[in-house]
């Protein structure tokens, strides 16, 4: 089973930048869709961004524009790139990945905090 590790969340004040990895522990060429989700104290988790193999991305309303995501598949990992951050981007951002490489089950790894201060 793949296993999925984020880094690169932190503190940061408005207007800053973060960029965040998820780095798997195997080839993530056979996994159809990889992204990015957050759930803030008290909120559902929600849809940040995603990425299909061919580079297709698909953006929540809320982070068009500010954040991009990217993935290597040679280094197993994906990106967030977060920029003009804002205190409402404050969560904890997990990643998720799906295809046949998962056996078609969502893998999570287990989240990185993003601290935005106003």
């Known amino acids: 089973q793949v296993q999925l590790v984020e880094s690169g969340g932190g503190l940061v004040q408005a207007g800053g930048s973060l960029r965040l990895s998820c780095a798997a522990s195997?080839?993530?060429?056979?996994?159809?869709?990889m992204g990015w989700y957050r759930q803030a104290p008290g909120n559902q988790r929600e849809l940040v961004a995603t990425?299909?193999?061919?580079?297709?991305?698909k953006f929540a309303d809320s982070v068009k524009g500010r954040f991009t995501i990217s993935r290597d598949n040679v280094k197993n990992t994906i990106y967030l790139q977060m920029n003009n951050l804002k205190p409402e981007d404050t969560a904890v951002y997990y990643c998720?990945?799906?295809?046949?490489?998962?056996?078609?089950?969502?893998?999570w790894g287990q989240g990185t905090l993003v601290t935005v201060s106003s």
């Open positions: 990425i299909i193999t061919r580079g297709n991305t």
């Open positions: 998720n990945a799906i295809g046949p490489e998962t056996g078609h089950v969502e893998v």
């Open positions: 195997k080839s993530i060429f056979g996994i159809d869709t």
